[in-house]
Every structure is written in structure tokens, then in C-alpha cells.
């Protein structure tokens, strides 16, 4: 089973937009995907009950109770597990969660506040053993970029310089709002339109992979 850590210390980065879009990706690709929803507000939640009638269907599982307990959850035969980590938990707060993890995919919005904000995050997950090792990957998501502006290239450069790196960067679009609302992902769809902003999920996707 791969096992994708969707985490930040940071309230309000786009943690559920992103974890949702890989449930739904993996869904679409066949793949047997439960979703654990470990954030109080429990978007990733009523968004997978919005998906409860299609084909590419994803199990929500309550993530609110001991990490150990929750996954001991996951059905048999899971092949994909994807969890929505709580807002503003640190490192020592996802305890099993990380144990679990292949990858940890951290966003970071392109704001000198944000950035700070999660600086202090990465470092506690720098000194979890399993990322010492090299056992669990972590790579940083550049969210809700407008790249036209001073801002996102200069946030952009600022993050090439962290340990970890840059696996995607995601534009600014008011579509992830709409499609979270309505239980989908880009991937849902396959017209010109959201062409350009799946293309922004590809390096992401391959990171992945490895």
C-alpha cells in the first residue's frame, strides 16, 4: 500500500485540495483508495461522500481518533491511502502517520508569513528517523502561485533554497474551490480548459512515483 502524508503546520495552505486531487487520481487509475481525514473542518469528508456514486469512488475514514487505531482501520486490500493531516500539527504530532508514510507532501503559499510559518514544521520533520534515513520523502508544493508576479517568483526562489524539493507548483485558480464542493478533482474532466492546470500536477504525480 503507498501511503501519502499530506501535512502542515500551517492553517489554510490547500492541504485538502491536494490531498483530495491525489485520492481522486489514484481512484481513476483503478487504484483502491481510502482517504483519512485527520482535520477538524472535515472537507476531505463530505467531498468523498459527494464521490460515494461514481466508479472512482473513495472511503473517507474518520482521522480523529489515535493514529495507530485509525490505520489499523484501513480495509484489506487498500492500495492507496492518502491522509489529510490536521491543521498545525507538527512533526511529533502525526506520530504513526509518519511511520506509515512513503512521502510527505508539504504545501507552502508564496507569502513571506507562510513561508516562515513552516519553516519550523520542516525542521521537526527533519529530525523524525525515517526521514533522517531517507525512508520517507518530503517534498514542498508552491500553492495558489500567480507566476506573472514579483511575489511567487521571489517565494519560488526563496523556497529553491530548502533541503527538500519544489515538486509542483499550482496556480491560482478559483476551479479548486468549485470542484472540492462538488466531490471532483481536475482529473475528472478532460476538456482544453483544465488542460494547463493538470499539467501542473504532472511533476507532482511522478515524484510520486519513484
Known amino acids: 500500500m503507498k501511503t501519502v502524508l499530506v501535512a502542515s503546520s500551517k492553517g489554510g495552505v490547500g492541504k485538502t485540495t491536494i490531498a483530495t486531487h491525489l485520492a481522486a487520481h489514484a481512484a481513476l487509475a483503478g487504484e483502491s483508495t481510502v482517504l483519512v481525514d485527520a482535520d477538524p473542518q472535515h472537507s476531505s469528508t463530505r467531498w468523498a461522500e459527494r464521490r460515494a456514486g461514481l466508479d472512482s469512488a473513495v472511503l473517507p475514514i474518520d482521522g480523529s481518533a489515535r493514529h495507530r487505531k485509525v490505520l489499523a482501520a484501513i480495509p484489506e486490500g487498500t492500495t492507496r491511502l492518502v491522509i489529510d493531516a490536521a491543521a498545525g500539527a507538527m512533526a511529533d504530532d502525526l506520530d504513526a502517520y509518519l511511520e506509515a508514510a512513503d512521502a510527505i507532501v508539504v504545501p507552502v503559499l508564496p507569502s513571506a508569513l507562510d513561508i516562515d510559518a513552516t519553516v519550523g514544521f520542516l525542521n521537526t520533520l527533519?529530525?523524525?528517523?525515517?526521514?533522517?534515513?531517507?525512508?520517507?520523502?518530503?517534498?514542498?508544493?508552491?500553492?495558489?502561485?500567480?507566476?506573472?508576479?514579483?511575489?511567487?517568483?521571489?517565494?519560488?526562489?526563496?523556497?529553491?533554497?530548502?533541503?527538500?524539493?519544489?515538486?509542483?507548483?499550482?496556480?491560482?485558480?478559483?476551479?479548486?474551490?468549485?470542484?472540492?464542493?462538488?466531490?471532483?478533482?481536475?482529473?475528472?474532466?478532460?476538456?482544453?480548459?483544465?488542460?494547463?492546470?493538470?499539467?501542473d500536477w504532472t511533476p507532482l504525480l511522478k515524484w510520486l512515483k519513484k
Open 126 to 199: 527533519a529530525r523524525h528517523a525515517r526521514v533522517r534515513r531517507g525512508n520517507t520523502r518530503v517534498g514542498l508544493v508552491a500553492n495558489r502561485l500567480r507566476p506573472w508576479t514579483n511575489a511567487s517568483q521571489q517565494a519560488l526562489d526563496l523556497l529553491a533554497q530548502w533541503p527538500y524539493p519544489v515538486v509542483a507548483q499550482l496556480r491560482d485558480s478559483q476551479a479548486y474551490v468549485m470542484l472540492v464542493g462538488l466531490g471532483r478533482s481536475l482529473f475528472d474532466y478532460h476538456s482544453a480548459q483544465v488542460r494547463e492546470h493538470q499539467d
